[in-house]
């Protein structure tokens, strides 16, 4: 159930309170639940810095993922699975661009691996 059905549904209940009883005030009761209801979403700034993380620094974004899928909040889930989608697409992303870069330079991963000496590697840190 969307939030609009919720809000709808509300509305019907306080409708039917207020021909029940003159004296309720549909409009106020309206208002709180309303302030109820975005106080049980996640904060834009919350989202953006997550999806920012995500893009950026994809491993971080699946603990923002996690973050966002065990808050509790209405929107919690739908904003971690877009976390998660975001940090999958800039995995993608960097590994393609890597591979770009290598092919490119002519050299593959393979080469660099099989001409690397150990003995030089050690000797650089001694």
């Known amino acids: 159930m969307d939030n609009e059905e919720k809000i709808s549904q509300e509305l019907q209940t306080l409708q039917q309170l207020a021909q029940q009883d003159k004296k309720i005030d549909v409009a106020s009761l309206l ?3 309303l302030q109820k209801q975005q106080q049980n979403l996640l904060s834009d700034k ?3 810095w997550g999806y920012l993380i995500s893009i950026g620094v994809p491993p971080f974004g699946l603990l923002f993922a996690l ?3 065990f808050s509790g909040k209405e929107d919690g889930k739908q904003a971690a699975y877009l976390c998660i989608a975001l ?3 800039s995995i993608v992303l960097f590994w393609f ?3 770009v870069i290598f092919s490119s330079s002519g050299t593959s991963v393979d080469q660099i691996y099989n001409n690397t000496n150990i003995n030089d590697i ?3 840190y001694q």
């Open 97 to 99: 661009f890597v591979k």
């Open 122 to 124: 050690k000797s650089l």
């Open 46 to 48: 919350e989202k953006r």
């Open 87 to 89: 940090t999958v697409f």
């Open 67 to 69: 973050k966002f899928y």
């Open 31 to 33: 208002l709180d639940a």
